[in-house]
């Protein structure tokens, strides 16, 4: 390890170790399942509406509008559940009836991706039993740790295998290093990919910043008008 001002990098390496654990714990084979259950409803048609509140947000924006992320991905997005807001972002994802509101207006053809770390709160549950009972098909990346209500709510179940509270490398009398984020980004890309994979791979866009790339996704812009609102 190198030192830094007299002291070692020893905290970084076990948070290193940390996000590595929780990337060996994920079971992928639901991931295959569920994209085989979503390939045949974006082949006709239908987008994958992805929702998360508070930091579980990072996740819905994470494969939108990016280089090796398909075009058929729509982010949900509601200021109120940003983690701009600061505190008040977890009174709005415990609102009741946001959820439902958020997710009744989707198309039924489609299919919604729930991230939610605890499965707990009111909005991910609710958007999540609203999409199911309108017909679209039901994702959740979340943890199936005690006093999950998301699990239940959802067809398909991607575990991050997450440890309540999430946090993870004890500092101090605290515990810092989230791994949520890194475990949901993985069986996010892994779903986004294995489904594309079934389909062919012909709608998945690239940077803008390499040749030919602004005319090969103004193909794919013109093919999806959500990705330019």
Request: proline share 6%; no cysteine.
């Amino acid at each position: 390890m190198t030192a830094v001002n007299g002291s070692t990098a020893a905290v970084a390496h076990r948070v290193r170790q940390a996000a590595l654990d929780a990337l060996d714990r994920l079971d992928l084979e639901p991931v295959a399942v569920a994209a085989a259950a979503l390939a045949p409803r974006v082949r006709a048609g239908g987008l994958l509406h992805v929702l998360g509140a508070g930091h579980s947000q990072l996740l819905a924006l994470e494969g939108f509008y990016r280089a090796g992320g398909p075009a058929w991905l729509h982010p949900l997005f509601d200021g109120r559940l940003s983690t701009a807001r600061g505190v008040r972002v977890t009174a709005f994802e415990r609102s009741p009836g946001l959820g439902a509101e958020l997710a009744g207006a989707l198309d039924p053809a489609g299919a919604l991706l729930v991230v939610s770390s605890s499965g707990r709160n009111a909005v991910p549950v609710e958007a999540a039993e609203t999409a199911a009972a309108a017909g679209l098909l039901t994702i959740a990346i979340t943890s199936r740790a005690p006093g999950n209500r998301l699990a239940a709510a959802v067809e398909h179940v991607l575990d991050s295998a997450v440890p309540p509270g999430d946090a993870t490398v004890p500092v101090g009398n605290a515990r810092m290093a989230p791994v949520s984020t890194v475990a949901g980004a993985v069986l996010l890309h892994g779903l986004l990919a294995e489904t594309e994979a079934l389909l062919g791979g012909d709608n998945v866009l690239v940077s803008n910043n390499v040749e030919g790339g602004d005319e090969h996704n103004a193909v794919l812009i013109a093919r999806y008008p959500h990705l330019a609102p």
